[in-house]
């Protein structure tokens, strides 16, 4: 397997696990959120990975390796997380967690986070991640989960859900809003990061159709020499998904 270090002098190779490095060319790269530095192992290449996916298994669910890619949404949620006066308390839900930026951050600033996505794989990325980015006191409140937003009875209930770039299908729409409304205590809201592209509107004016409300603020963030805009969303439950 090769190696894609971005670090220089930090070394990781004798802590990430084989059952990585014997299946994955990875990369290490140092992000800066705010005042905030992460290190975040991700994929080299992640269009790799689709050769891996057969046939049968896409013909089922159209998995597509989706999660191995740190997303421009994904620093822009954190970034948010980050902003928050403080989080001590909170029981957060980081849904589709892919590599778990979002969730880190937020476990930075005191939250209990649980980390859930459908990827096994992700979350054994996710958890590498949150293991070089928490302090022991921070690793104590978090937890990592296989799970279906199809099937959100499994999942518990939270405070806040987290969502970086999971609006990406409209066969999502529904299964999307519906485990939202299943997962989210009284008063609760769900704290979704999504490009500035029509998908996303799409969903957000289909929440609103459906009771829920919807506040909505823009990050501009400049990453490898371009420009991207993020709308971070804030949906609080008013009716029915």
Partial sequence: MAWCFRLGPFTVSDHIPQQILSRFDVSVGEHAVGDHRFRILEVCNPDTLLDDISPSAFAVDERLPYWAELWTSSLALAGYCLEQPSLDGA????????LGLAGIAAARNGASVHF?????DALLFAEWNARTNLDGGCLTRTSFRLADWREP???GTF????G?????ERRTF???????????TAGGEAWLAEPDRSLGSEFFACARERGWTIRT???RLERRGRSSLVHIAVLTAGGKA
Avoid: F, N
């Fill in 91 to 98: 029981h957060i839900l980081d849904l589709g967690c892919g």
């Fill in 174 to 184: 529904m299964p999307l809003l519906s485990c939202l409304q299943a997962v989210l």
């Fill in 159 to 162: 405070d806040v859900v987290l």
């Fill in 217 to 219: 603020t823009d990050r």
């Fill in 164 to 168: 970086a770039d999971i609006v990406y």
């Fill in 153 to 155: 009875a499994s999942l």
């Fill in 116 to 120: 859930a996505d459908y990827d096994r």
